[in-house]
């Protein structure tokens, strides 16, 4: 076959045990996988840290609120609270005590009596003013106008950010502790804990405390995430340019080398560089190269091909066209005779000659088509061998068959239509080299694992440095006095590649008389006995 050996070393790479990787699947799947998880997890990480961060800055606001809350809700019922056995809160003096603390600026505190109405408020007694960046102007023609990606939502009114405060406050009032976030009249986000001030059952007010720094503490940590979404966008790129390096690039470079094959301009992909890698780029160069180098091969096999059955039907029929032409020419009977047996015998090797040719041309076809299975080679040759010794007539080549006591039945795993072309075309290549009358002998046995056949005949044997060359096709070299024109030269050619085909070999030897002289020719034909 003419692309035996790459594919055997194509199948050879395709058996090796594969190691024991970290990630199932590809090698590139698990790079490409492992590159982008990367960048996300690096962005998932930080998004996890710093939103933990958050709460607990939160929770830690809303647990200094409460304590400092506690406190001043105690204060307030020891020295603020009158009257029994109805006790009531002193506005006068509750205020007073609510003006001796001092509070940050980013921090409010409000007290409303037992009815929910406002007692006291520190920004108030502090004289603090809100304040807030105003947007910049816009021209009149651009009012109304809006270019934001993300749609705004309606920043909440100051009636809804005092509607969420008498709700927290009411819920205070009932006796039960309020805390966490809501949105304050200037739309930010505020922390806010509301206590109600208890004398024994009775509440008497409560007291809200609320930070409104909320908002640069989530500001900050937007600013701290910056870091990690610009390394998880630096992996993202570095990990495309890489996969771009390692898939996109040798891919298109496999896809100009197969354009460059399909045009004509190369027989084969040749990417050395390629080809080296240890992963499924490199993997698929090597196959490639083995499928493009193994079309060469073929391609080379049947220009050659062409050419020798070119040169070898032009000979027959160089012979016949003369003798044609001579043929008019000639009034002698006897020479008339002898031209028309040239002619037969030129017909009968033209025959000869594209029936085996036929059958090389559809050779790899059939192999390519059968499944092997099990074949009782014993009997196959049997038949054959039954089947010239029908036919012989008197004076022929007689065909004996040989099968070693013991051995049937002998099976092999194979096609039965290319085994059974063996014998017939190493039978049929014995017997044009036997001596009329004589007999040519197949003989069938077992030897190391293997199965031996052997056919052998009487007639002159193969020069020593021809015992190779009788495989080339159309080698037709005949000792002096055999008939001419018997052979096309393919038999053994065939013979050959199908035992190549099938696992295993054919080789030619001389048979040596008592007398160490040349006693005829043997072809050993060895299959591999399939393992039960």
């Given amino acids: 076959m003419a692309s035996a050996t790459a594919t055997g070393k194509a199948e050879r790479r395709r058996l090796r045990p594969s190691k024991v990787r970290w990630l199932p699947g590809s090698k590139l799947g698990r790079l490409i996988l492992a590159l982008n998880l990367l960048g996300l997890m690096i962005l998932v990480v930080g998004a996890l840290v710093l939103n933990e961060y958050r709460q607990g800055l939160v929770n830690a606001r809303i647990d200094s609120l409460s304590a400092q809350g506690e406190l001043i809700a105690d204060i307030i019922n020891r020295a603020a609270t009158v009257g029994e056995p109805e006790p009531e809160m002193d506005a006068a003096l509750a205020t007073e005590i609510m003006q001796t603390f001092k ?189 493009t180098h193994a079309l060469s091969e073929r391609m080379d096999a049947i220009e050659a091909f062409a050419a020798d059955v070119a040169h070898e039907i032009r000979n027959p029929l160089t012979s016949m066209r003369s003798a044609v032409e001579t043929l008019d020419l000639i009034t002698d009977p006897a020479a008339r005779d002898r031209l028309l047996g040239i002619l037969k015998n030129d017909v009968q090797r033209l025959d000869r000659l594209v029936t085996d040719i036929s059958n090389a041309s559809r050779l790899d076809a059939e192999l390519s088509r059968d499944q092997p299975k099990m074949i009782d080679l014993g009997r196959l040759v049997a038949d054959i061998t039954s089947l010239y010794q029908a036919t012989a007539k008197s004076g022929d080549v007689r065909v004996r068959l040989e099968i070693a006591p013991g051995v049937e039945p002998i099976r092999v795993l194979g096609r039965e239509g290319p085994l059974g072309q063996i014998f017939r075309n190493l039978i049929d290549n014995a017997r044009s080299f036997s001596p009329p009358g004589d007999e040519v002998t197949v003989a069938l046995g077992r030897g190391q694992g293997r199965v031996v056949a052997t056919v052998s005949d009487n007639g002159p044997g193969i020069p020593s440095e021809n015992l190779e060359t009788v495989f080339e096709r159309f080698y037709t070299s005949r000792p002096k006095g055999a008939a001419f024109g018997g052979n096309s030269g393919l038999g053994l050619s065939i013979a050959r590649q199908i035992a190549e085909a099938h696992g295993g070999s054919l080789q030619a030897q001389n048979r040596l008389d008592a007398e160490g002289r040349v006693g005829g020719a043997i072809f050993i034909l060895t299959l591999p006995e399939p393992t039960l």
Avoid: C, Y
């Fill in 103 to 291: 509070s940050p600026e980013t921090q409010r505190a409000r007290l409303f009596d037992a009815d929910g109405r406002l007692v006291a408020d520190t920004d108030l007694v502090a004289d603090r003013v809100e304040w807030k960046v105003l947007p910049p102007a816009r021209a009149r023609e651009e009012e109304g106008v809006r270019l934001d990606i993300i749609p705004h939502k309606p920043e909440p009114s100051a009636a809804d950010a005092q509607k969420a405060l008498s709700a927290e406050v009411e819920q205070a009032l009932k006796g039960r502790r309020w805390s966490g976030m809501r949105r304050g009249p200037d739309g930010d986000r505020v922390v806010s804990v509301s206590i109600p001030i208890r004398h024994v059952q009775a509440v008497l007010g409560v007291i809200t405390l609320e930070a409104s720094d909320v908002d640069e503490i989530i500001a900050g940590e937007r600013l701290a995430l910056i870091p990690f979404i610009l390394i998880a966008i630096g992996v993202t790129l570095a990990s495309s340019i890489l996969l771009n390096s390692l898939i996109a690039q040798p891919v298109n470079r496999l896809a100009r080398a197969a354009d460059s094959v399909r045009l004509s301009r190369a027989r084969a992909i040749s990417l050395p560089d390629l080809a080296r890698r240890d992963d499924e780029i490199g993997g698929l160069t090597r196959s490639l190269e083995d499928m």
